[in-house]
């Protein structure tokens, strides 16, 4: 980038660049700063383009300020920035036109007005007929795919990849190939097609960091740990985040923050948290002082880390250290996750005050995000209505056209009255054919319609009809479960509370006796289990009809052993219902967690805390068994279905436990 002020110099000395346009260096200058890893370049290379003294350099400049707002995600200024210059451009301006409107599209595809965006790159792509300009056709057919990916049309986008790659290769534009490669992957991963996708963003990854592409090479690692999560090939992600560390060991130090950061998410996940802690210690320290967003999530993964390994005062002092660093940047949704994190952890470590501090603060941030998030909203709102309000008043101008014109027609027809008496007589005849024929057509329309809806109404009845077997069949499921936990559970109880009454009676009779009514009871005993599992197991209608708190209490009641377990049960704030897959969710968590207490924990303590705060609901389950080592256990223990429940609530979950200290489970859940 320090060569783009010699080139702008060049530009603006050189004769008749008004006539020819933009120098292909300029634009070659503006293509590696949209590549950079920092944003600023952008704004150096519109410095140095203002320098010049013509006016396609100053459009450029205009382009470059533009793209710069993307990158730094305020949409709004980019679209006000690039509308006027769109407006202005000339026929000999291709290759300019053709860039803003790329720009443009993928300003309105991050705003999600998509079917825009598909107009807007289809213009670009127009100008470019018959103008062949290098790799700008494919990299525009790759956004194109982007934007057709997002609206779910995957052949379509498929077919422009394909379109985009062969150009490329045929150039031999690294940059261009690895933007193809990794918006393949993206498709693949759309597809939940995993596999493929892990293979495509690691060809990309290679082709990123031989070519030193790092905003492609960013993207990619980022990228494959998300296809690693998703099929747990956490030591595959590994292995190759190494090779690329030694490969580049040296080389380049941008890139090795990121890898080292990558390596130590994949660590942590295979539960090597000292490991991990390492490598982000590492990251942090080569990294570069001003990408603090990045190194504030480094310290938030060491955190957890240190956490999870019981650092509980380092673990405390990083995420100290990453609100210092948030202070600065002014990322206020990343301060709202820290203090909400210390909450948690000041709540498990028993300092009250510290944890409602943080949560009050947590509860402002929160607060004002949700303002934040409603002006950006109103911000891409803002871009779709100001798009359709240029198309329309296009629209209105191409309508005054045609009224001119119709206009002029009519004086024509007006001047030729004399002789036209003939052809008015055509054009009756012509009219009442016309309109015979119309006629036919409205005939022909409405028994169509008729007919259609003929067929809606029966398609209607069908539903009718079906919906209400289908109501039938789930009120009928209610009841049953209604009855076995209101009355036969309820007598079985009883009966063996009654039962139980009698012991003292019972102790005087003869061995034979007595050994006879203890198999009855038994007996009895595992009649009421069996009620109770058959009622529970049509959990979803029993907590439809109870709600999650009279469900708990259930089990609760079912676990406890007197003298064996005991089973202490504390819920708050769960007086109104949630939402029916949020309650069964939480119900099917807290089923797993005391499963795994009894089966692998040798507790005889255990409690349940189900607590409902302001847009959170936290589950902890605690037991004072043996507990494990994390650094050792797999993912087994049926955390992995607790962490799947979670993650489709986009909940979190953390574990805190030790040999011989017991397990604390925590679950937290945002309610909307």
Known sequence: MRTVPAIVLCLAVAPGLAQVGIDMAAFEAYEAATQSTDPGALLVLADSLEMGMEPGLHALARLSRAYHAYRTDRLKEGMDRLTPMLDSCEAGDQQLCARGFKLQAMILKRSLALEQALVAIDKGMDLLTGHPVGSLEADMRVVRAEIERRMGRYDEASADLQTAEKVALRLGVQRTLGNILINQ???????????????????????????????????????LGSAAHMMDRYSDALALYDSLLSATQGIDRSLRPLLLANAGLALAAMGRHQEAIEHYKEAFSGASPHDDDRNIKVLQHLAASQWELGQRDKAIGTLQHALDMVSRTGWREVEAEVRYTLFLWYRTLGVNDAALTELERYSDLDDSLDQVRFG?????????????KKEKRLELTAAELSSTRARARARTIQRDALIGFSILALFVLLLIWRAARQQRRLRVQEKRLHDQRVDELLKGQELRVLNAAVQAQQEERERIAKDLHDHLGSMLSAIKLQFSAMDDRIAGLAADQRKQYDHLFDLLDKAVTEVRRISHDMARGTIAIFGLRSALHDLAEIVAVPGRLEVELNTFGLEERLAANVELATYRMAQELVSNALKHGGATELSIDVTRGPGRLSLIVSDNGRGFDPRTATQGLGLANVRSRAAELQGTVQVDTSLGRGTTVSVEVPLV
């Not at 290679?206 to 990619?220: C, E, M, N, S």
């Not at 950006?376 to 359709?388: A, K, P």
């Open 376 to 388: 950006e909203r109103i911000s891409r709102l803002e871009i779709q209505y100001d798009t359709e």
């Open 185 to 223: 992957g993206n498709l693949y991963y759309s597809q939940e097609r995993y596999e493929k996708a892990w293979s495509t963003y690691r060809k990309c990854l290679d082709l990123a960091v031989a070519a030193r592409l790092y905003l492609l090479a960013d993207h990619a690692a980022m990228n």
